[in-house]
């Protein structure tokens, strides 16, 4: 017999592994583009850059919706959808100033946001499949670190942000297949 928290888990997982999905080829395409344009600011580089959180955001809230009919705990969702927003922001902001600022800020984005899913896979552990949203949620605290010590070098460079972008994909994919299958009972 399942808990009314599993049973809530039960619906909310095929949008979950939906989503997960989605996450993982916006962020192989996303991270594409940005390798193809370069490290330089250009409009197309700007352009991108907010879009990847904005991308978040959005995806925050499908995730919170879903979860929410599931019967599961949003409060992180709503955190994440804030600090994304701020990030968007913070990004079209820096993008006037150069490279340097915007990975501050994208690291700064990447700390926050990192802690938030972190918090929230651990949150849903009990729906299996969460501890490569725990791995990513920790690694991008550290790689937000990174980004913001490597704006004080010479010559910072955008291209960091594609691997992360990849590899945070990568543990959207991990989490979708590891998500357990709901099975038909009659």
């Known amino acids: 017999m399942a808990?009314?928290?599993?049973?809530g888990h039960v619906g909310a997982t095929p949008a979950l592994r939906r989503l997960y999905v989605i996450r993982f080829?916006?962020?192989a395409a996303w991270a594409a583009l940005l390798l193809v344009s370069g490290s330089e600011l250009t409009?197309?580089?700007?352009?991108l850059l907010i879009l990847y959180p904005a991308?978040?955001?959005a995806a925050a809230v499908v995730d919170s919706r879903?979860?929410?009919a599931g019967g599961a705990p949003v409060k992180g969702l709503y955190a994440n959808i804030a600090i994304s927003s701020l990030a968007a922001a913070g990004i079209a902001v820096a993008g006037t100033s150069g490279v340097a600022d915007v990975l501050r800020v994208w690291g700064a984005w990447a700390i926050l946001s990192g802690l938030v899913q972190l918090l929230?896979?651990?949150a849903r552990r009990s729906m299996g499949g969460q501890w490569a949203m725990i791995a990513?949620?920790?690694i991008s605290v550290l790689a937000g670190a990174t980004f913001v010590q490597s704006a004080t070098r010479d010559n910072p460079s955008l291209t960091s942000l594609a691997g992360y972008a990849?590899?945070?994909g990568i543990f959207f994919l991990v989490s979708a297949f590891r998500l357990p299958r709901t099975e038909s009972r009659p």
Do not use: N, Y
């Open 3 to 7: 808990t009314t928290a599993s049973a």
């Open 25 to 27: 080829v916006f962020a």
């Open 43 to 47: 409009l197309g580089a700007k352009l």
């Open 55 to 57: 991308f978040d955001v």
């Open 66 to 68: 879903s979860t929410r």
């Open 120 to 122: 929230v896979g651990a």
């Open 136 to 138: 990513s949620g920790g």
């Open 166 to 168: 990849t590899l945070g």
